[in-house]
């Protein structure tokens, strides 16, 4: 992979821009291009000078990180593969859409190849809970997957870490804030939908329950899993901790995983309400794997297998 | 039931005592005393002066409310029963003993009168647990549950609330702090073991993953049910409105259960993961009717039924 591989950053102002740009910066990429709105053109983020996002600017890219609004990213992402990129795309606009690979590298890193301009990255809480489905289905085959998450404001965008911030910790309560369409919240469809397409089990089972915690960066995630086959605590500890991406942990304390490349799990036990049950507890850098970390790790992917330019 | 029936608060300073105190002010009792260690005597709490608690002290009461650690309780207890007062005792120190009740006023009042001088107040956690099983359990037969706590540092103690308080919010993280024994926090065993208790289900299959998060009132269970037979979202729904001190609400914000009596129960849907399931949310205020409301219902069974002198 070329390290001068022309590589945009759109969304340079949000949550996850920066932390794009800067893993960026880390990796040795030196033509990294950061976009934002007209408000915050000019300004800088890394030592680089944000411009607009237009038609006009969003050209000579190879791969283009979209970090924006789904509707932004409607508008914008066709704008950049049109102009030649390869766009690698944050929102929801295109996640479940035919022909739109969703990926996850550790899981499913060879569809990334198969995309026809947009590659999709998954909901922060989908990515943790996919890389940490797919050993326990290789192993034992999935039957079903419960999930409730414990979700950060950073995954909501960059105006909830301001207002938690400035919020008392006294008035801190964690809510559920999401749209709702009459039984689940959207962010519930979405975990559910996006993680069968990236593990292609279309009809697994899964019960979804989403809550945001006054907490700033970090989603944990507590998941009850039963498999076709019995696994037995120590065996899927073993499958676990050779999955690429993971780490197990006794008691994985979200605040670790804060600023790390591993989704962390463990509090690995027996499930003793069922036969082939295992609980589980996993914690994530939502702003890194759950989100920077692997839109690059996908361009990373696209690039070193030349299906774009560079 | 006499409003001068003599009642005792022990841990007038701690996280729960206060709020008693309150609750019985507000509930007309003329005669309450208040009691918390050497260091706290002569301080003021509700209009009254806090006496130190020791075996001179604890003597002429009917009832005394217990809200201290486990050890100050295996050592006080038995002195304020020894003196001729019933015991509600809010550690953990009694409540899986033979012969020692464990009471949710709604779910099992009628225990409450077996005892032998002291009845114990369950943890925060099983008591709104309890209550959304019962009425489940007696329409259509509970087969299993599974729950994830969404736990308030107030749970944990006055002492974590300051430090919640002095945490910026940026650095607050969700933990999970809790004793553990190898396989599950004594946390998770407590709301397994009560649960089955007050329930009188044994060998209920419970499985738990107890959370903290830095929130400082208010306690949330995320909770998947199976039952023996189908209980429609409707059925449940009807059953839990029923329920006396549930309040069924669409989604029930936790902040909206934090000073108030009812327990708030909501998001009912299908588990669609299994045939008999259900996925429901209930949010508690825990230092009310998870602990010091829960307590002061069952001092006025007990007066009621004149199972004690009063």
Not at 96 to 105: E, K, R, S
Not at 108 to 132: F, K, Q, S, W, Y
Not at 220 to 248: C, I, N, P, Q
Not at 257 to 271: E, K, S, T
Request: aromatic share 4%.
């Amino acid at each position: 992979m070329r390290e001068d591989a022309r590589i945009g950053v759109v969304g340079a102002t949000g949550a996850v821009g920066p932390v794009a740009v800067e893993l960026l910066r880390e990796r040795g990429y030196t033509n990294v291009r950061a976009f934002a709105s007209a408000r915050s053109a000019g300004k800088m983020v890394e030592g680089i000078v944000i411009e607009e996002a237009t038609p006009e600017t969003l050209v000579d890219l190879d791969v283009c990180l979209f970090s924006v609004g789904t509707d932004l990213s409607r508008e914008l992402v066709p704008v950049a593969v049109r102009a030649g990129a390869v766009a690698v795309d944050k929102s929801s606009a295109f996640r479940l859409q035919d022909g739109v690979p969703l990926v996850v590298p550790e899981v499913n890193g060879e569809r990334a190849a198969d995309h026809d301009g947009i590659v999709a990255n998954p909901n922060c809480c989908t990515i943790p809970l996919a890389m940490v489905l797919k050993p326990l289905h290789d192993a034992a085959g999935l039957a079903r997957a419960r999930v409730s998450t414990y979700q950060s404001r950073s995954g909501a965008g960059i105006e909830r870490m301001d207002q938690l911030r400035a919020t008392p910790p006294a008035e801190a309560h964690i809510d559920m804030d999401w749209d709702f369409d009459g039984v689940d919240f959207e962010e519930e469809a979405k975990l559910r939908a996006e993680t069968r397409k990236i593990l292609e089990l279309p009809e697994l089972p899964i019960s979804v329950t989403c809550v945001r915690v006054p907490v700033l960066v970090g989603h944990t995630e507590a998941v009850w899993v039963e498999t076709k086959e019995r696994l037995s605590v120590d065996d899927a500890t073993h499958v676990l901790s050779e999955a690429l991406g993971l780490r197990v942990e006794a008691v994985p304390q979200p605040r670790d995983a804060v600023g790390i490349d591993d989704v962390l799990v463990g509090r690995i036990r027996q499930d003793e309400t069922t036969e082939n049950g295992l609980v589980l507890f996993l914690a994530c850098d939502n702003l890194r794997k759950g989100a920077a970390l692997n839109a690059i790790q996908i361009a990373k992917l696209l690039l070193e297998r030349r299906t774009v330019a560079a």
